[in-house]
Each structure stands twice: as C-alpha cells, then as structure tokens.
C-alpha cells in the first residue's frame, strides 16, 4: 500500500498511526466536499450562508462546523465515528481508492445533511417547526404528495390520481399531470390565493390540502409547489394577519402595563450589573478580555435579556454577538468566544427568569 494513497491515510487515521500531515489533509478533503455540497444547494436556490451581505467565507467556516464532529476524539488520538465507518470497508483487501473516495463523499454529505438541519433549527425555529408540520400534512393526507428533482423537494395535490405513496415518484413520469410544460405560479397570484383560503383557526395540514388544491384548479401553471415556497408563503401570511389583527386592535397601554414595563426595565438593570460584575472580576481584571470586548459582551448580552422577553429564547447567541462583531465569522465564534459568552447568557438569563416569576 502506497504511502500517499487515500487508502493509507484512512487507515492511518482508523490505526492511529496517521502523522499531523496526514490529518490536516483529510480534514481538508472532507472540508472540500461538504464546502461542494453546500455551494451546490445555493445554487439550486437554498440559502445555507445566512444573509445574502455576509461574507461568504462563512461558507467554508459552516462547512468545516458541519465536518468538525467526524473528528470528535475519544481523548487518546483515536476518531471513534471514523473508525467504525470505515473498518469494515477497510478489511476489503480490494477497496480501491476511488471506492474510498466515493464512501468518503457519502459520509461527509449524510453529515453535513445531518448538521445543516440542527443549524437551521437554531437559526431559524420558527421556520423548522413550519417545516416539521407541513411534512407531517403530507404523511397524513391521502391527496398531497412530494417528489423531489435537482435536489429540491416540491408538493402537488393529486385530486384522484392515482399514486402509490410508497414508491418514490419519478415526475418524469407524471409530466403531464404535473404541467411541467407550463409556467410556474408568479409569487403574486400565489400569495393572493392562499390569502383568500387562509383561516388563522386552521391547521396546517388543512391549510396546504387548500393550497394545492388551489395551485391543482388553475390550469394555466404547474401542478406543484417547491417546499421552500410553501415556507415561505406561510410565514409571510400569518405575520401580515398577525399585523392586521394588531392593527385592529385598540392597544393603549393602561397605568398597570406602564408600571409593569418600568419593573421588568428595572430587572433588566439589576441582572445586567450582576453580569457586569461577573465580566470584571472573572475575565476584565485577569486580561483574559480586553475592555472593548467587555463592552461588547454587555450590548449583545443586553440584547439576549429582550430576546427572552419576546419569546425569542431560541435565538441565536453568534446572531447576538455577530450583530456587534460584524466581521466574526461562525468558526471564530466557536474557538474564541462561544465558551464565555454563552456562559454569560446562560447565567443572565436564569437570573432574569427569576425575576421575571415575581411578577407572575
């Protein structure tokens, strides 16, 4: 065996006899693949990099977070998810280096999957959870189907065709069902549609039969919908009812709400003075921070308290620190700043909850 083959350096990784050298390179090749992976879903219309502004050497910073843990060390240099990967491929006295590679690529792509949707969750819930219900719509309904093409996945309603739910569908197959010839929907028509259909009281599974319904009746466009619009759709629909309902309303604060602000404003002060001692004494007095940095953490950390007050206990701690940071990049986070100040916020947090309880 060739000592500069894949073959070898996977085997001296999975043997624990691999030389820093031949770490780094795996490391790097497996970086390159997820980093294809990823650019291949921008350009088939995903977003992956966050906003459309940001630099996109975030891309290959998210990359190597979606490979980091392939590389998770059991403490004595031995890579326990590789290794039971690989060894029963390795035991093959015939495994070629392209058979590796091709393995290699499946490996990095089901991870890099895997870790793209626990990003999403945390980036963005609200939309995760939209998502979740309208996969479980599908499942239970009789009359909504899904293929996918070119590495998207898009919804049709079937009316009384028929389909067999268990077998994947080819939409070459059903072209002319579908109306693939036709023209797409135009976000207008779409949008004005599903206002006219939409009940804030319905589920969601209900909410998506009326949609494609609605997109099945108009024979002038396609009979489908991509996933991602459907999101999309519903997230803007029920913010402008949401809005709407708002606006309606007759919001004038009473003397009860004024006070109650006042009280929660003045929890805020205390907790965040409690955290500016913490900040001083654990980190500002030993230089492990410098006082620009201290005032930073105080912002974003001010930041996550009205998070918590919004509902917004999801959100994301690099969105809050990147928002002062603008030039911090996702793996720069994880090495130099996730440990203290999510530490922090944990803290600042429980604190401010607890305050929060006295006025329940």
Not at 234 to 248: G, M, N, T, W
Not at 335 to 359: D, P, S, W
Request: aromatic share 10%; proline share 4%; with cysteine.
């Amino acid at each position: 065996m060739e000592n500069n083959t894949l073959i070898f350096t996977v085997a001296s990784i999975c043997n624990r006899t691999y030389s820093q050298n031949q770490l780094v390179q795996f490391i790097d090749l497996t970086k390159k693949i997820s980093l294809g992976y990823l650019r291949y879903q921008e350009v088939i219309g995903k977003r992956i990099s966050g906003e459309r502004n940001e630099n996109r050497e975030e891309l290959g910073d998210l990359a190597l977070d979606c490979v980091a843990e392939l590389f998770s060390s059991d403490g004595c240099g031995n890579f326990p998810q590789l290794v039971k990967y690989y060894q029963p491929f390795l035991a093959n006295p015939g495994i070629t280096d392209e058979e590796l590679l091709a393995l290699t690529r499946r490996l990095v792509v089901r991870k890099t999957k895997q870790e793209l949707s626990r990003i999403f969750r945390e980036r963005d819930p609200e939309g995760a959870k939209i998502v979740r219900n309208i996969k479980v719509a599908i499942r239970s309904s009789e009359k909504l189907q899904t293929f996918r093409e070119m590495g998207k996945e898009y919804v049709f309603y079937t009316n009384d065709f028929t389909i067999d739910k268990e077998q994947p569908i080819d939409p070459k197959e059903i072209a002319g069902f579908l109306r693939k010839e036709s023209s797409p929907i135009p976000e207008d028509i779409l949008h004005t549609r599903f206002i006219d259909i939409y009940n804030p009281g319905d589920s969601i599974s209900s909410s998506i039969n009326k949609l494609l319904k609605a997109i099945y009746s108009l024979e002038d466009y396609q009979n489908f919908l991509p996933l991602d619009a459907i999101v999309k759709l519903i997230r803007r629909v029920k913010f402008e009812v949401l809005r709407e309902k708002l606006d309606a309303e007759d919001n004038v604060p009473t003397p009860l709400d004024h006070l109650e602000n006042q009280e929660i404003e003045s929890y805020v002060q205390v907790v965040m003075q409690q955290v500016n001692t913490k900040i001083n004494k654990l980190y500002l007095k030993p230089g492990k921070i410098s006082a620009h940095k201290a005032q930073i953490y105080h912002l974003a950390l001010h930041d996550v308290l009205y998070d918590l007050l919004q509902k917004k206990d999801s959100s994301s701690y690099y969105r809050n620190l990147k928002y002062y940071l603008p030039q911090l990049t996702q793996m720069q986070y994880r090495k130099e700043e996730r440990t203290v100040f999510e530490y922090l916020a944990k803290i600042a947090k429980k604190n401010f909850r607890g305050h929060l309880q006295e006025l329940l």
